[in-house]
């Protein structure tokens, strides 16, 4: 099937080898896309993640790159364009936490650097290029859809991870200019926000999140799923907010919402 146009639409997701990107990439199988999955690292969890798709009746592939670098996107592009013989949807959710979560007073450089250039930066020109090759194929055999995937720390700010609050709410700001400025071909451009979401991401500080979430941070009482996040991306791309281009999906049991 490699390299072979198919009949079904075709994503690639970023940063997929578990995970929110996981539960994304199963979501879309689950939904009648073939799935590109890329990540940083080649390991059983690709394996892992490959026979879900599989299972799901997915074609599915593996793409390794690090987003981070700008030097590997022309290859990564043209490597996701030609697997499944095109691409009509991009997931930029590759991103990373803080090493060590300190004050922002002791923030260093080297952190600050690293997390705006996967979370930020790196999708920013990913989305650029795809963009572009998009821009060139007037009129689109079928619909182009973008979807970032950001943080509840897009707005909410939490001081011992600052430089992870800053790449996300840059995230943020990148949906709404991508959003208006791929409007005109009618690609349509999406942001989700997760709350709190089980994941290797969180295993660190699971007990903290387990009190937290008992205690009521959300109105919703539970961890939220990788398959949450997944569940909303597949909805975002259907076709159902066509006229809803730059908007922001919380999948966060009501986090976000301020209360007394």
């Not at 073939?34 to 599915?60: C, F, M, P």
């Not at 013989?85 to 002791?106: C, P, T, Y």
């Amino acid at each position: 099937m490699t390299g072979a146009q198919t009949s079904r639409p075709r994503v690639l997701v970023t940063g997929a080898r578990r995970g929110i990107g996981r539960g994304i990439a199963w979501a879309f199988a689950e939904n009648g896309h073939d799935v590109v999955i890329n990540d940083v690292v080649e390991d059983a969890a690709v394996a892992e993640t490959l026979a879900g798709l599989r299972e799901r009746g997915a074609n599915g592939a593996f793409l390794r790159a690090d987003i981070a670098d700008l030097g590997q996107h022309d290859a990564l592009v043209e490597r996701a364009f030609s697997t499944f013989g095109g691409l009509d949807v991009l997931v930029n959710n590759a991103g990373i936490q803080v090493a060590k979560r300190q004050d922002m007073l002791e923030t260093t450089p080297e952190s600050f650097d690293a997390l705006m250039a996967t979370n930020l930066r790196g999708p920013f020109f990913l989305t650029q290029r795809i963009g572009k090759r998009w821009l060139s194929e007037l009129p689109p055999a079928r619909a182009r859809s973008i979807i970032n995937i950001a943080s509840i720390n897009s707005a909410m700010p939490a001081t011992n991870r600052a430089e992870y609050c800053i790449s996300k709410t840059g995230v943020s700001m990148m949906t709404e200019l991508y959003a208006v400025r791929l409007a005109e071909a009618g690609i349509g451009v999406y942001e989700i926000r997760p709350g709190i979401i089980r994941t290797d991401m969180t295993a660190g500080v699971r007990d903290t999140y387990d009190k937290l979430i008992a205690e009521g941070v959300a109105p919703v009482r539970r961890w939220g799923e990788p398959g949450d996040i997944g569940r909303a991306a597949v909805a975002l791309v259907r076709g159902d907010f066509g006229f809803s281009t730059g908007s922001v999906v919380h999948v966060d049991g009501g986090l976000h919402i301020h209360r007394m």
